[in-house]
Nanobody, 123 residues
């Protein structure tokens, strides 16, 4: 059973950067890892994903050019560097992993999820 633990959330001002971490433990594998977020009262939405060796990445339109996903497989950790944060980025951020999720942006394809970390961006 893969376990995912997010960290790095907090309260920042608009324009500030923040880096989230997703630490994985459990059986080794070639996992696709993604970040999703859910704002209060809204559906959870896709943010970004990265393949198991860090070669291929994908971003949603709202974050492309501002967020960067990366991974360090020695540390079993995936990162989400968030720059130029906006109040609209306020949400609980979740990481998810699966060896074969199908479409990376489809949350139904991920078997393993973390508990989430809150990011609040004030104006």
């Amino acid at each position: 059973q893969v376990q995912l633990v997010e960290s790095g959330g907090g309260v920042v001002q608009a324009g500030d950067p923040l880096r989230l971490s997703c630490a994985a433990s459990g059986p080794a594998g070639t996992y696709i890892t993604a970040w999703f977020r859910q704002a209060s009262g809204e559906d959870r939405e896709y943010v970004a994903a990265i393949d198991w060796n860090g070669v291929h990445t994908e971003y949603s339109v709202p974050v492309k050019g501002r967020f960067t996903i990366s991974r360090d497989n020695v540390k079993n950790t995936v990162y989400l560097q968030m720059n130029s944060l906006k109040p609209g980025d306020t949400a609980v951020y979740y990481c998810a992993a699966d060896e074969a999720p199908g479409a990376w942006r489809d949350q139904a394809g991920y078997d393993y999820w973390g508990q989430g970390t809150q990011v609040t961006v004030s104006s």
